[in-house]
T-cell receptor, first 115, second 115 residues
Framework: DTEVTQTPKHLVMGMTNKKSLKCEQH?????MYWYKQKAKKPPELMFV???????INESVPSRFSPECPNSSLLNLHLHALQPEDSALYLC??????????????FGSGTQLSVL | AQKVTQAQTEISVVEKEDVTLDCVYE???????LFWYKQPPSGELVFLIR??????QNEISGRYSWNFQKSTSSFNFTITASQVVDSAVYFC????????????FGTGTRLKVLA
């Protein structure tokens, strides 16, 4: 299995809803990432988990809450989002050494719309 | 500070034409890594190539080739005999050993290959 699987592919939620995005990989990668991508922009790093510990939080608002239950799973819990949070949310993984040489393997993303 | 510049926002070519996508980077490190990713309309970023700063050999993979020139801090990507399936957004990215999971993405070049 050489894929990063993200669910759901599309999500529409109201500003008072609570929802979760899920990401899964079975390649033994020990680093997992959440990126946010607005239309016609590059991906922006949100969070990185390394060996199931949160390594990087790029000053993301607390309405986004990441979770890494085990080395294969990464969740992003969403609560009280704003319309400007509408974007493509991409999960990625890499082997885990964090020395810059690793390629990222991306999932196909969750297209989120906040009404 | 690290920076990646993709000056071409959008390029349109007719099928079978050759096209070169430019990438210029800035870094103070002597060791660094450069990447190209392809993002088709489906949304997933697909890894194409990684280069380290000590390997200036150009690389060819089928219709794709990459020209790495440290003297001009450029890592350009050429598609020979373009096809409609090459239509996508292409991102150049930079990382450093000290970067700890951070990848600096360029703004991307949208390539449209017309039949």
């Amino acid at each position: 299995d050489t894929e990063v699987t993200q669910t759901p592919k599309h999500l529409v939620m109201g500003m008072t809803n609570k929802k979760s995005l899920k990401c899964e990989q079975h390649m033994g990668h020990r680093a997992m990432y959440w990126y946010k991508q607005k239309a016609k922009k590059p991906p922006e790093l949100m969070f990185v988990y390394s060996y199931e510990k949160l390594s990087i939080n790029e000053s993301v608002p607390s309405r986004f809450s990441p979770e890494c239950p085990n080395s294969s799973l990464l969740n992003l819990h969403l609560h009280a989002l704003q319309p400007e949070d509408s974007a493509l949310y991409l999960c990625a993984s890499s082997r885990g050494a964090g020395q810059g040489e690793e390629k990222l393997l991306f999932g196909s993303g969750t297209q989120l719309s906040v009404l | 500070a690290q920076k990646v510049t993709q000056a071409q926002t959008e390029i349109s070519v007719v099928e079978k034409e050759d096209v070169t996508l430019d990438c210029v980077y800035e870094t103070r490190d002597t060791t660094y890594y450069l990447f190209w990713y392809k993002q088709p309309p489906s949304g997933e970023l697909v890894f194409l190539i990684r280069r380290n700063s000590f390997d200036e050999q150009n690389e060819i993979s089928g219709r794709y080739s990459w020209n790495f020139q440290k003297s001009t801090s450029s890592f350009n990507f050429t598609i020979t005999a373009s096809q409609v399936v090459d239509s996508a957004v292409y991102f150049c990215a930079l990382s450093e050993p000290s970067g700890t999971y951070k990848y600096i993405f360029g703004t991307g070049t949208r390539l449209k290959v017309l039949a």
